[in-house]
């Protein structure tokens, strides 16, 4: 079955550094997301990504994110100038539609922030 | 208002007993309602999903849920608990309301005892 998958696991970066967070969708999905899950908290929307731009954002993406598919496979996520606040789970997921159509789900990287 | 509530952060069963977990949404128009599992460093996989067919869904693992429009509820349930069932769960519902972006529950820790 095909999977969503993300890379790397986990990822260690000091407080001001860029990071770049990868993400491989289903191959036939349409509609990606990332979501965050910060430790011991529930998994927060940060933003969704259709037909090359951003159809919906949450507060928590503000201007230090930026979400690009570089080419037909890659979803990635960045985050400009990272605080300890950005340490959490990084969830990546696609979907083949909207409404009704369940996300599928990678594995998440660990962002630690230091 | 919350989307979506969970009632209890934490279940504990013992194995071979039945799985109660609760989850009450909140919404205007006509939800689809999710419930994914996490387990220990890992994605988030989809059990089951509610999206206006049956009220009685059944998922993976011998999970299902039932959709009670009168109660806004959508209770996950299992006859009998495995060990394999000591998760996260998450309850996830999806609105016209939301734009269609998944809200999710801050989700119950089940615990199985032998």
């Known amino acids: 079955e095909p999977e969503v998958t993300q890379t790397p696991s986990h990822q260690v970066t000091q407080m001001g550094q860029e990071v770049i967070l990868r993400c491989v969708p289903i191959?036939?999905?349409?509609?990606f997301y990332w979501y965050r899950q910060i430790l011991g908290q529930k998994v927060e929307f940060l933003v969704s990504?259709?037909?090359?731009?951003?159809?919906?954002k949450s507060e928590i993406f503000d201007d230090q994110f930026s979400v690009e598919r570089p080419d037909g496979s890659n979803f990635t996520l960045k985050i400009r100038s990272t605080k300890l606040e950005d340490s959490a789970m990084y969830f990546c997921?696609?979907?083949?539609?909207?409404?009704?159509?369940?996300?599928?789900f990678g594995n998440g990287t660990r962002l630690t922030v230091t | 208002a919350q989307s979506v509530t969970q009632l209890d952060s934490h279940v504990s069963v013992s194995e071979g007993t039945p799985v109660l977990l609760r989850c009450n949404y909140s919404?205007?128009?006509?939800?689809?309602l999710f419930w994914y599992v996490q387990h220990p460093n890992k994605g988030l996989q989809l059990l089951l999903k509610?999206?206006?067919?049956?009220?009685l869904v059944k998922g993976i693992n011998g999970f299902e849920a039932e959709f009670k429009k009168s109660e806004t509820s959508f209770h996950l349930t299992k006859p009998s608990a495995h060990m394999s069932d000591a998760a996260e769960y998450f309850c996830?519902?999806?609105?016209?309301?939301?734009?269609?972006?998944?809200?999710f529950g801050a989700g119950t820790r089940l615990t199985v005892k032998p």
């Open positions: 997921a696609s979907s083949p539609g909207t409404g009704n159509s369940p996300l599928h």
């Open positions: 191959s036939n999905h349409l509609y």
């Open positions: 990504f259709y037909n090359n731009e951003i159809s919906e």
């Open positions: 919404s205007s128009y006509s939800p689809s």
């Open positions: 509610y999206t206006s067919a049956a009220t």
């Open positions: 996830v519902v999806t609105a016209q309301e939301y734009n269609n972006d998944m809200r």
